[in-house]
């Protein structure tokens, strides 16, 4: 099996910073994209940034020029710099991973962690 441990969510002032990181763990073998996602209260959960093997990124256009993502594949983890935050920005924030388990297997598949939440407030 595969376990994704976030860490880093709490409270921060508006235009405060945090740092949120996510590492996988268990029967991997490859790790493809990784992502982080958020759902705050009464809404749908939303791709916030994306990072595939090869270090492509994708963000919502709510975060550009604020958040960075990146990863350490050696360690199978993935970060969030999340600088400038606004109290839009609370939600629970989810890490995903594309993994495959086995070398022969074909498919990659779905992890999520199990959400960390992030609230900006004064």
């Known amino acids: 099996q595969v376990q994704l441990v976030e860490s880093g969510g709490g409270l921060v002032q508006p235009g405060g910073s945090l740092r949120l990181s996510c590492a996988a763990s268990?029967?991997?073998?490859?790790?493809?994209?990784m992502g982080w996602y958020r759902q705050a209260p009464g809404k749908q959960r939303e791709l916030v940034a994306a990072?595939?093997?090869?270090?492509?990124?994708n963000y919502a256009d709510s975060v550009k020029g604020r958040f960075t993502i990146s990863r350490d594949n050696a360690k199978n983890t993935v970060y969030l710099q999340m600088n400038s935050l606004k109290p839009e920005d609370t939600a629970v924030y989810y890490c995903?991973?594309?993994?495959?388990?086995?070398?022969?297997?074909?498919?990659?598949?779905?992890?999520w962690g199990q959400g960390t939440q992030v609230t900006v407030s004064s």
């Open positions: 268990g029967s991997i073998f490859r790790v493809n994209a």
């Open positions: 995903n991973a594309e993994v495959k388990t086995r070398w022969y297997y074909s498919d990659y598949v779905d992890y």
């Open positions: 990072i595939t093997g090869g270090g492509s990124t």
